[in-house]
């Protein structure tokens, strides 16, 4: 199953075909595919180049360490997020390499993930990041110091056929994509007003 | 001057061609390019489908709105973003549709500029955020209320080559891009322990 945004203007593939699925096929993703993710997540934009973004990961085929992260996860994600082929945390370094607060981090630790889903696209993989785990398990988990921030977790894999699902999930999945018109958030001379640009 | 990213592992080439340049020539974009911009924005994965992002924006032909935004910037920005196709700012709502706080109301909106900048470089066009402006003034300037945050400012454009920067600059745009390897921030059973997926 695809589910390709439906665009007012042109956009790229790999953002058009980008979407979050909850249906993912058991097939495996390759070690070497994980290495292009985290290498396109590294390539990101962050300011004063703090790079603040680390991310915990596991394979499902490593049983062991998938099961601490998918443990972690809300039990509104766990029917469907068993069956991806790999879990990873995005943890932002709240402080800069001079001590003082990044109010970049989490910002910059987002536009790393961005990276990440777009090479994703480009391999045929699909992600779904979720707010939807515990935090301080997390933490306790895998001994995150206090000196950085658990983000969100991020389902990586092999989309599926909306049939796989658990029936309460199959309706969802297939509902249409819908976001705000250009002219509600893309604004000129002031606040409110939309852009000559996209009105 | 392009300046691809020294990759370690392959990435897709439009993560390897994204940089953020100082020099700029003085071309247009156009108003359909914007709204390719703003489009690939637009479908950008956020939590609830919240969609906190919003943008303030001036092309650099409509002088007076165009220095509405330049004079946001910090001293250390102005002296290259002048040059620059479109100023625009990005803006996160701090609160979600229920009004309790959205805490990736900042993750979100960096995840729409993420898609601004591919769909940007996609288009042969390169973007530089920034930090360094004056929130305070923007607010006031835009009206954007206590309900919104200004994030960043995001300069568009067309690269130029580093020799028409100021000296002092020039020397900045040459250095050479570096990143932490993989091993220092993808962990695997622990923190700090470098997943094997990289090591």
Redesign the interface.
Known sequence: MTNP?P??????P???K?W?PRAFTSASVT??Q???L???A????S?R?E?P???????REDEA?FARFFGCLMPGNQPWAGSVSALALSVAEARGADGSPN??A??????A???L???AT?MDLYTH?M?GFDGTKARAE????ET?DP??MIAIGHVADADTLPEDLRERERQP????P?AE????????LA????S
């Open positions: 945004a665009t007012d203007h042109p956009v790229h790999l953002i058009e980008r979050s070690a070497e994980m290495r292009s985290f290498e396109a590294r390539w990101a934009a300011s180049n790079q973004w680390s991310f915990l990961v596991a394979l360490q109010k970049y989490v910002h910059d630790t987002a536009l993930v961005a990276n889903i777009v090479q480009s990041q707010g895998f001994g995150i110091p950085h983000v969100a994509r819908v976001r705000r250009l958030f893309v604004y000129g001379s002031a606040w409110g852009s000559d640009l996209v």
